[in-house]
């Protein structure tokens, strides 16, 4: 099993940047595939990224392509995401989750959130006009 927390969300202004931590515990953190979503009252949980158990494959929403980048240090437990040129549209609250990763993904992470078996709080990150 696997409790996922997140933190570095907060306020920020048009075109900064924030990144987001996602911490985990387990012993088996490095065989689970990570992934960012992001949800706004009133609509539906959408996927942000998602990175492969290794580390090797990564996937991006097309909202978030080139400004967007997730990463994770496996000897630390520990997945980001390094938001940059930040827009108002951007503003959510922000979720990682995990799912463990199977030979026959064929190695790229999973966008579909049923995939996801573990789910942290979510941390909110706000941006400004």
């Known amino acids: 099993q696997v409790q996922l927390v997140e933190s570095g969300g907060g306020l920020v202004q048009a075109g900064g940047s924030l990144r987001l931590s996602c911490a985990a515990s387990?012993?088996?953190?490095?065989?689970?595939?990570l992934g960012w979503f992001r949800q706004t009252p009133g609509k539906e949980r959408e996927f942000v990224a998602a990175?492969?158990?290794?580390?090797?494959?990564?996937d991006y929403a097309d909202s978030v392509q080139g400004r967007f980048t997730i990463s994770r240090d496996n000897a630390k437990n520990t997945a980001y995401l390094q938001m940059n040129s930040l827009k108002p549209e951007d503003t959510a609250a922000y979720s990682c989750?995990?799912?463990?990763?199977?030979?026959?993904?064929?190695?790229?992470?999973?966008?579909?959130?049923?995939?996801?078996?573990?789910w942290g709080q979510g941390t909110q990150v706000t941006v400004s006009p």
């Open positions: 990175i492969s158990a290794g580390g090797g494959h990564t």
């Open positions: 387990g012993r088996t953190f490095r065989t689970y595939a």
């Open positions: 989750a995990a799912y463990p990763a199977s030979p026959f993904d064929g190695g790229s992470p999973a966008r579909r959130i049923s995939r996801y078996v573990y």
